[in-house]
Nanobody, 119 residues
Framework: QVHVVESGGGLVQPGGSLRLSCAAS????????MGWYRQAPGKQRELVAT???????NYADSVKGRFTISRDNAENAVYLQMNSLKPEDTAVYYC?????????????WGQGTQVTVSS
């Protein structure tokens, strides 16, 4: 059974930092492309950052230079370091694990963790 679990959300003041963690189990983590997405109230879910199985990263323009995604295959974990947080970063952040194996697509989501940036 596959489990994807996010942690590390919370309330932070503008300009502050948070580090989100995502632990995945039940999959061969190293072959999965991992990503962080977010959904603010009344808005669609949007991509924040992705990291491929090979370590290549991609960021939304709105977070470039402020957020860093990383992964630890030994720990089956992916992280999102968020610095210089802004109120517009407030959202539920979701972890995603995605892979295509032998012609089948696999796509798993966590339950999300709330990040609130407010003074």
């Amino acid at each position: 059974q596959v489990h994807v679990v996010e942690s590390g959300g919370g309330l932070v003041q503008p300009g502050g930092s948070l580090r989100l963690s995502c632990a995945a189990s039940g999959i061969i983590f190293s072959i999965y492309n991992m990503g962080w997405y977010r959904q603010a109230p009344g808005k669609q879910r949007e991509l924040v950052a992705t990291i491929s199985s090979g370590g290549s990263t991609n960021y939304a323009d709105s977070v470039k230079g402020r957020f860093t995604i990383s992964r630890d295959n030994a720990e089956n974990a992916v992280y999102l370091q968020m610095n210089s947080l802004k109120p517009e970063d407030t959202a539920v952040y979701y972890c995603n694990a995605k892979s295509a194996i032998f012609g089948s697509n696999y796509d798993y989501w966590g339950q999300g963790t709330q990040v609130t940036v407010s003074s």
